[in-house]
Each structure stands twice: as C-alpha cells, then as structure tokens.
C-alpha cells in the first residue's frame, strides 16, 4: 500500500457512520458551531434516482425479485439501497455451533433509508433491569434523563401515535395517526375481547407537514424510501440541516479501519479507505463521534490497537463485542374469512401497522421475564413476488380454479411478529476473526450466539397469543412450530430483527462498561460511541428512537465540553 | 404540461386538491419507471429467451398458460410475460437452470417412456393425465417414480404465479387498488359484521 494521505486540517469533530447516530451527531454539533467531518463507507444518495416509489412489479424486468430471484432474501428489489445479509467482499463468520446474521447498509443514511419506522420509547422500567429482576444490568441513566430527548428527536422528526398512559410505552409527542385498516379493525376488537392492549402504532411517519417536509400521501411504501421525504431518514432529515451550516464535511466510500491514539492518551485521527482508490487516508479531529451500527463500532474499536489498548480502543474492561443481543422474534400468521369479504379498496396505508400491541403483561407473573410487543399486517397489500407460494402450496393443481383461489385467498392473511427482550448473556458475543479480513484488508467479526430458555418461554408465549387472537377472531392459525430443534416456536436466528446492539455499553463502572451515560468512553475522553452499541439492555421497543435520543444528548455534553475548552 | 418536482412536493406541502397531485406526480413516476425499462420495451417484438432453447421454452410457455389460463375475467400467464420473466431469472440463477431446465427434461423424458412423444407432441389427454399426477404431493407418495416432476411442476407453479400476480393484468385481476397519492387515508369500508 502507498504511504498513508493525511489530511492538513484538523476538524473538531469525526463522526464515523451517517444513521440514525450519526446523522443526529452532525446535525447537533454543526448547529452548535463546530466544523465536522462524516465519513460514511457507502456511496451518497439521490432519493428520486435510487427510491424506487411507486413504480409497480411489471415495471421493473426482474419484478422485484432482484437478479436471480435473489434480492427475494433481502426483502426484495423495491427496498431502499444499499441494505443485504450479505456484502461482496465484506463478508463475517460465525462460529461453529452459532447461527447468528448481520443485515448491513452501505449508503447515505445507512439502515434509516429502510426502516420500520417504528418509534418507540424505552419506558423507566426499561433503565432498571437488574433493580427489577435481577438479570442483566441497569443503566447508569434513568427514563428522566431521555426523556427530554425523546421529546427533542419526536418533535423535529415527526412521529404519529396518542396517548395513552401505558406504563410499558410512555406516551410521546405525536402527530394524529392515520385511521385503522380492516385488519387493524378486526385484530383491534378481538384483542379488545381478550384483554390484550392494542393501539394506534407509534411510527416516524408525518401525517401533516413538518419542517418544509410534505404530509405522508399513503401509498404504503415507506421501505422503499420516501421521495417526499415523508417519514424519518437521517439522510433526508439530519443530514440536510447539517450540510446548511455550511460546517460539514461528507466523505462517502471511506472504510474507517482505526483510530489512532496520540501519546496523549487522546484519539487523534481516523485512519480510513478510500473505496474508489484503495488509498489510506488519514483524517485528524479532535473528537471523534462513532456510529457505525453496534457491530461494525465495537469491530473499529477491537481493531484499534496499540500499546496502551493492546485489545483494542477504549477496551481496558474487556467488554467491546460483549453483551450482544438482538430482539426475540417468532412470528405467525392466519386465515381470516371476513375479509374474503371486502369489496376492492385502497389499503395502502402507511408503510407499516397502524395499530399495534404494547407489552400488556407487565402486571403480572409470566414464566419469563422481561416483556415483547406485537407488529402485524396484511391484507390487500400491493402483490409481489412469493405472494402466493401459501396458496399454490396448499391448493396445488393447476389451471382455471388454482388461478380463481389465488384471487379468492387474496387479501384474507394477517401476519403477526413478536418483538421481545433478550437478556444479554456469555455466549452471545463478537471478537475479531484472527484468520480472515475483507476486501480493504480490515480483519472482520466473528459472531457467537446463543438463545436462553427465557428468551424460548417468551416465543412460545408469543405463538399462543397469535393462536388466541386469529382464534377468537374467528380465523384459522396457519403456523406451525416446533417446540424443539434449531428454532423453538419459531424464534428467529440473532440478528435477524436487526436489533443487535450493546457491544460498547455504558455503565457506572469503567471495570465493566466502556462508555459512561453521555456515550463517551471511560478511558479515551474525546471519544463517544452513540449508536446501539451503548446500549445497556436491548428493551421490546425498536432501538432507532433510543439511538436518536442518546446520540442528540452525547452531542449536547460534547457541545458543553467543547464551549468549556475539554475538547 | 411542466412542473416541477420541487412545485408538486409544494403543492403537497400546502394542501393542493388531491385531483392535482393525482394528475402530476404519477406522471412523473411512470417517466422515472419508463427509464428503467425502455431496454426491455426496445426489444419487446419478439422475445428471444436468455436461458432456454426454442423447443424447452414453448414448452415453458405452454406449461405456464396451463398453470394460469385466460379467462373471462383476464389473460393468463403468456398474457402477463410469466414465460419471460421465469426465463430472465433463469439465465442468471444455477440452481433454477438445473430445477426449470432439468424439470423440462424429465418432463419430456417421461412423456417420451409413457407415450412415445415428447409433453408438446402428445394429446390434450395425455398431458392432461401427467400433470394431474406431478400437479399433487400426495401422489409421489402413492408413485415415487413421479416425486420429481412433483418438484418440479411445485417450484414451476410458483414461478409462474409471482409472473402472473406481479404482471398488470394479474394485479388488476386480483383488484389491489393503490400505489397512489392520497390526501387522507379512509380507512376500512363499511362492510356489514366488521
């Protein structure tokens, strides 16, 4: 390799990562004055050439099945760029007796661009696991100390939902939120007769417009990316405030590969690659901000070597690429005869639920702990490709009747994904591979994994509530699970809810966490991690808003810091 | 007519009658759509199939109108380019060049053992009492020597489905309504006992 480029300017911030964390960062500490760099290992993004909204399956050759049928294990073709399970040249490991996945996003705006949009605070039981029961860890921060920063990233980036004073999902400040769909109708009233809570959802979708931003237009197709800019994207919301200060920087097709510590015991400057040259560039800044997503953080810290952290940046504890959880997800889905009934109609919607289920148990004694919420849709969703695999498998034959049944089946599913709390143990973890490196030669992750019983208890509490629901609406179950083997009732291999975070957790020790509750690290000070990996539990609620929230006030206190002269 | 991008994401911004938004932004769509298929629509006279070779893909082609026919309500599969679509996929997937290319195969091996002519060459009841054969699970259980026409004729009825459903004349046969600029979403329509 030729010798490193290094960049004549010392920036006051680097941040590493433009997603959710990252693009709140930029937007926080340029508004406060500082001159920032970014450096995002994707390629920029153009919503109106790279969103494919709107366009319909006949338009595209492949129909949405991708080249190859294969973007049909990506979720498909009409996904916004550039998320996969798997990156050419960038690949990870598992060990053996793992199953673990990683879906990673190369691009402007990372993840964000694709999303749930689901919105969900943490409650303050959420902050006191191990108070509460016993398990895990508490954080070194309590519900009031986010709060105000929920109600920051709530109020600029636009959430729908009402309130409703569940203690399991604090209410936030939102925007009204679109009216039931027929599922949503039919699923309400029998969770309604089963006293099971369920109620408008709570996502990052605009129903009026906000901040020169148009009001969602219901086309369903949020996933794709929003060429109005109509739900949350860091690269569409965050960004573009921080690129109009004028302070900063965007590098995109840069690889972080470390960061270099001074003799000071300060980080002074990021070592990168850049993509379209395979050059070693060098940038120097005086805070260093990361937000990479929890795995490829805690791989740029354990690939951060020197003498003074001979196991990695900032890892004097040991517990870099430790506590790796994900959410526990098992899902479902059943036959529901009343809706064979609707005539034609428009039920596009938003693109996702407008109703959901809160944990509601939390008064109670359950045979696990912790807690899971549940996400469904379905019906008269624009078709797609495997749309009517159920069908043909069940029907079979061929010809005119096959063809009168796939329109009759149409519209008549509902699916149901539960979405719970792992409670982080030993043998779900990431270290560095010590015999492989991708394409930029960085040595990659290797995974380790492993579900605990409790985590099964609550996929099987999951699989008989959908049972109960689709049941007592008068439908017919469909999935069938097996309470042994590779997947117990269905629950899900890690990373496939792509929830996996607390890899760089804080803590009130430095003995056993690596950052402190403003996300900065306890043995490098001008050093903050503000994505998911600082997260201490991994709650039943989506992390994205939690990451938005601690990002904007790790960037508050590195802002105060800065007036104060620390950085 | 010319508008902008920026002016239609005005007029959503400020509220403009739904009528206007309907007529503009669509419009703009089906340009951006138009684009990424204007190759595929060039070489739209005949279709020379990717993977395929003449015999295999008439073949293809019959099977396909067979699994979903035309009917009074809409075209089948040919209608819907179910027969090209699974070919496109084909000539850039191994395993389904040996699932779809090797399925033909026996199909026609089977028919030449049984009947002495290849699927195409053979009458409407022979091939209508082979399919109603490889067209069941349950009957390679009872005929083992069929299970991989099963197979096949499975992974070829779903193929054939995702190209007709995805097409426009299958969604329109289903009756999906959306993929549209709405002011306010309305919601379930009131439909008695919901």
């Known amino acids: 390799m030729a010798q490193v480029i290094r960049s004549p300017k010392t920036y006051d911030v680097c941040i590493i990562g433009s997603g959710a964390a990252g693009g709140t960062a930029a937007k926080i500490l340029t508004e406060g004055g500082l001159n920032v760099v970014m450096l995002e290992a994707g390629p920029p993004l153009n919503p109106e050439k790279d969103f494919k909204e709107h366009v319909w399956p006949y338009q595209l050759p492949h129909r949405g099945a991708g080249v190859g049928g294969r973007a049909s294990a990506d979720f498909g073709e009409f996904l916004a760029p550039n998320g996969a399970w798997e990156i050419d040249g960038e690949p990870y490991t598992v060990a053996p007796g793992s199953r673990f996945r990683w879906f990673r996003s190369r691009i402007v705006g990372g993840r964000t661009n694709h999303w749930g949009r689901i919105a969900l605070r943490f409650a303050p039981v959420d902050f006191r696991a191990r108070s509460s029961d016993g398990m895990?860890?508490?954080?070194?921060?309590s519900y009031d100390d986010v709060a105000p920063y929920y109600d920051k990233v709530e109020s600029f980036i636009g959430v729908f939902g009402t309130k409703e004073n569940i203690s399991s999902a604090p209410d936030g400040v939102f925007m009204k939120p679109p009216v039931p769909r027929c599922t949503e109708t039919i699923i309400k009233k029998s969770c309604d007769q089963l006293n099971i809570t369920c109620i408008p959802s709570r996502l990052a979708v605009i129903t009026e417009a906000h901040n020169?931003?148009?009001?969602?237009?219901?086309?369903?197709?949020?996933?794709r990316g929003c060429i109005s800019a109509s739900n949350f994207s860091s690269s569409q919301v965050m960004i573009p405030p921080a690129q109009k200060t004028g302070r900063l920087?965007?590098?995109?097709?840069?690889?972080?590969?470390?960061?270099?510590?001074?003799?000071?015991g300060r980080a002074e400057a990021v070592s990168y690659i850049d993509k379209a040259t395979r050059e070693e560039r060098r940038i120097n800044?005086?805070?260093?901000?990361?937000?990479?997503?929890?795995c490829e953080s805690a791989r740029l810290l354990l690939n951060s070597k020197s003498a003074m952290f001979p196991d990695g940046l900032a890892n004097s504890s040991g517990a870099v690429g430790r506590y790796l959880t994900d959410s526990v997800g098992s899902s479902g889905y059943g036959y529901f005869p009343q809706l064979a009934k609707m005539p034609a109609h428009n039920h596009d919607g938003v693109g996702g639920m407008h109703m959901y289920m809160p944990w509601w148990k939390f008064d109670r004694k359950n045979d696990f702990l912790r807690g899971y919420h549940i996400e469904f849709g379905g019906g008269r969703e624009m078709p797609g490709v495997g749309g009517f695999d159920g069908v043909c498998e069940d029907y079979e034959g061929y010809g005119a009747g096959l063809k009168q049944k796939c329109r009759d089946m149409y519209g008549t599913f509902i699916g149901f994904a539960g979405r719970g709390e792992m409670i982080p143990n030993e043998q779900s973890y990431c270290e560095i591979d010590p015999g492989t490196v991708d394409q930029w030669g960085i040595p990659v992750l290797?995974?380790?994994?492993?579900?605990?019983?409790?985590?099964?208890?609550?996929?099987r509490d999951m699989q008989e509530t959908f049972r109960d629901i689709v049941e007592n609406a008068g439908g017919t179950y469909y999935w069938q699970v097996r309470p042994d083997g590779d997947h117990p009732y269905g629950i899900e291999d890690g990373g496939?809810?792509?929830?996996?975070?607390?890899?760089?957790?804080?803590g009130s020790s430095p003995k056993t966490s690596v950052l402190n509750g403003y996300c900065q690290a306890h043995d490098v000070k001008n050093l903050f991690v503000t994505d998911a990996a600082s997260f201490v539990s991994n709650a039943d609620k989506n992390p994205t808003l939690t990451i938005m929230a601690l990002s904007w006030r790790a960037s508050d206190y590195l802002l105060d810091q800065a007036k104060k002269g620390n950085l | 007519m010319s508008i902008s991008r920026r002016d239609v994401l005005k007029?959503?911004?400020?509220?403009?009658?739904?009528?206007?938004?309907?007529?503009?932004i669509p419009a703009q769509a089906a340009e951006y759509a138009h684009r990424m298929v204007a190759a595929e629509k060039a070489a739209a006279t005949v279709y020379a199939p990717k993977f395929f070779p003449?015999?295999?893909?008439?073949t293809l082609q019959t099977l396909c109108q067979t699994i979903i026919p035309a009917d009074s309500d809409s075209g089948g599969a040919i209608e819907a380019g179910a027969p090209e679509f699974i070919d496109l996929l084909t000539s850039e997937n191994t395993e389904y060049q040996v699932k779809l290319g090797g399925g033909l195969m026996w199909l026609d091996g089977t028919c030449s053992d049984r009947y002495g002519k290849l699927y195409l060459d053979c009458t409407p009841q022979q091939q209508k009492e082979i399919l109603d054969q490889i067209a069941y699970r349950n009957n390679a259980v009872t005929d083992p020597s069929i299970s991989q026409g099963v197979e096949f004729f499975s992974f070829l009825r779903n193929m054939t489905a995702d190209g007709f459903f995805t097409s426009e004349i299958g969604i329109k046969y289903l009756g999906y309504i959306g993929s549209t600029f709405l002011k306010e979403f309305p919601g379930c329509p009131p439909v008695p006992g919901l």
């Open chain 2, 54 to 58: 003449a015999h295999q893909y008439k």
């Open chain 1, 212 to 223: 020169g931003r148009p009001a969602c237009h219901y086309c369903a197709q949020c996933g």
């Open chain 1, 285 to 294: 800044a005086r805070a260093f901000v990361v937000g990479a997503s929890a």
């Open chain 1, 136 to 141: 895990g860890d508490d954080w070194p921060i």
């Open chain 2, 11 to 24: 007029s959503l911004a400020m509220g403009a009658a739904a009528t206007s938004v309907l007529r503009t």
């Open chain 1, 496 to 506: 496939v809810i792509i929830h996996e975070l607390g890899t760089v957790r804080m």
């Open chain 1, 446 to 459: 290797r995974f380790h994994w492993q579900w605990s019983d409790n985590e099964i208890k609550m996929a």
């Open chain 1, 249 to 264: 920087t965007l590098i995109t097709g840069a690889m972080a590969r470390e960061i270099v510590i001074g003799k000071d």
